[in-house]
């Protein structure tokens, strides 16, 4: 199975300050990656597919970056609506997927 | 815009099989392309896939739950479902039906639904 670490587990930061999110494979998993936001009480959100390809409806200060094993999702400027728990999630083992345990960004 | 919906018992007992459905809105299971997949969220916890099924009937489960999982698939109601049998607390979780492709990722996703395993 392939493992996704992430890290760090908590990023606490203020509104307008950039946000970087690791995830780290056990293996290559080539491009085959997606970032998924979650907030209480509800359904994931695809943000980012394929590492770096933003979902319909994204916005811009979102991005996606990566290959291999280690992945990066940078938020450019936090908004108040970002301050959200986030999943990596692969599929190069397809129809095997896992995700990652989540960061979970909090207002500083 | 596609909706999904799931729905079912939120209390199971130990040793039960749960069962959900998961109902799809705005367009059709059976337009083919897409797996129509179950994943659950234990509380406070992170994300685990279950399984998926495309409309044809294929499945593709999990191997940590396979011995326990069966999702079916209903295109005439354009539904699909899970069983999950022999249930222990350690099932207690939200539960989400998805739509995924194979060269995408999960792309909607229903609201989940809290699923307790209790006597």
């Known amino acids: 199975e392939i493992v996704l670490t992430q890290s760090p587990a908590t990023l606490s930061l203020s509104p307008g300050e950039r946000a970087t999110l690791s995830c780290r494979a056990s293996q290559s998993v080539s491009s085959y990656l997606a970032w998924y936001q979650q907030k209480p009480g509800q359904a994931p959100r695809l943000l980012i597919y394929?590492?770096?390809n933003r979902a319909t409806g994204i916005p811009a200060r979102f991005s996606g970056s990566g290959s291999g094993t280690d992945f990066t999702l940078t938020i450019s400027s936090l908004e108040p609506e970002d301050f959200a728990v986030y999943y990596c999630?692969?599929?190069?083992?397809?129809?095997?997927?896992?995700f990652g345990g989540g960061t979970k960004v909090e207002i500083k | 815009q596609v909706q999904l919906q799931e729905s079912g018992p939120g209390l199971v007992k130990p040793s039960q099989t749960l069962s959900l459905t998961c109902t799809v809105s705005?367009?059709?299971?059976?337009?083919?392309?897409?797996?129509w997949s179950w994943i659950r969220q234990h509380p406070g916890k992170g994300l685990e896939w279950i399984g998926y099924?495309?409309?044809?009937?294929?499945?593709y489960y999990n191997p940590s739950l396979k011995s326990r999982v069966t999702i079916s698939v209903d295109t005439s109601k354009n539904q699909f479902s899970l069983k999950l049998s022999s249930v222990t607390a350690a099932d207690t979780a939200v539960y989400y039906c998805?739509?995924?492709?194979?060269?995408?990722?999960?792309?909607?996703w229903g609201q989940g639904t809290l699923v307790t395993v209790s006597s």
């Open positions: 099924i495309y409309y044809s009937g294929s499945t």
């Open positions: 999630q692969q599929r190069s083992n397809w129809p095997r997927t896992t």
């Open positions: 394929d590492a770096s």
């Open positions: 998805a739509r995924t492709h194979t060269t995408s990722a999960f792309d909607y």
């Open positions: 705005g367009g059709s299971i059976s337009s083919g392309g897409y797996y």
